[in-house]
């Protein structure tokens, strides 16, 4: 969430709500999708994700579970809350959904209650301090053997050089953080320090900038 407060990105998520699919969702929807593919759902499981924003990648997952499966969602803007449900109604997803409205970093979930659990662009908006803490409540929630799948903007790779699309990212985002509110982080670095054991690695770009897709499992 950057380091505005959660107060002020709730209000500007909830601002861009009806016309986030416009501004972001059409850079981004092919590498969220690839990380679907990855995570790799199944009929009657039980999943969460965090961050739903429009509900795009929740019409996925609810399709995917199937009647025998549920699909939970916690986003911080009621704005985007409101989107979403309205979307998986329209689809007749209802009954097999359970969207809140919440903060990460203090999951409203039990333990050991979700065999699966995704974030698409959501855990680069973090300050990068409270990222551990988001993956420590992933892996409270998760069944174990459980199974997070990961799709983020990432730092570069080692050898490689920025883009400079890239770089004037990420000096907007030192600069102006209510602007440019993600960051790219290490997320495989990231992930292992949770305790996670990476099962898949999937290298992508948006606009020259890199994404990194990331399946791994509780250890």
């Not at 998520?13 to 972001?24: F, G, K, P, V």
């Not at 961050?51 to 549920?70: K, P, R």
């Not at 301090?129 to 892996?139: C, M």
Request: hydrophobic residues 40%; charged residues 20%; aromatic residues 6%.
């Amino acid at each position: 969430m950057s380091e505005a407060t959660p107060a002020t990105n709730q209000s500007f998520y909830d601002r861009i709500s009806h016309a986030y699919d416009l501004i972001s969702d059409a850079g981004e929807h092919k590498a969220r999708e690839r990380g679907e593919q990855a995570l790799d759902v199944q009929e009657g499981e039980c999943v969460l994700e965090i961050g739903y924003g429009t509900g795009n990648t929740m019409i996925h997952l609810a399709a995917a579970v199937g009647e025998s499966g549920t699909v939970s969602g916690i986003d911080v803007s009621t704005g985007m809350q409101k989107v979403a449900i309205k979307k998986l109604t329209a689809k007749g997803f209802a009954d097999r959904i359970d969207l809140g409205v919440g903060d990460a970093r203090k999951l409203p979930y039990e333990d050991n209650h979700f065999d699966a659990v995704f974030a698409s662009f959501t855990l680069e908006l973090f300050p990068l301090q409270d990222i551990p803490a988001v993956l420590a409540e992933v892996v409270r929630v998760l069944k174990p053997g459980g199974r997070m799948g990961v799709v983020s903007m990432a730092t570069v790779l080692e050898g490689q050089k920025s883009s400079g699309l890239e770089k004037t990212y990420v000096w907007m985002h030192e600069h102006f953080p209510h602007i440019v509110d993600c960051q790219p982080i290490d997320v495989v670095k990231l992930v292992e320090e949770a305790g996670f054991s990476i099962q898949q690695k999937v290298e992508m770009a948006i606009w020259t900038m890199p994404v990194r897709c990331v399946v791994a499992t509780v250890c």
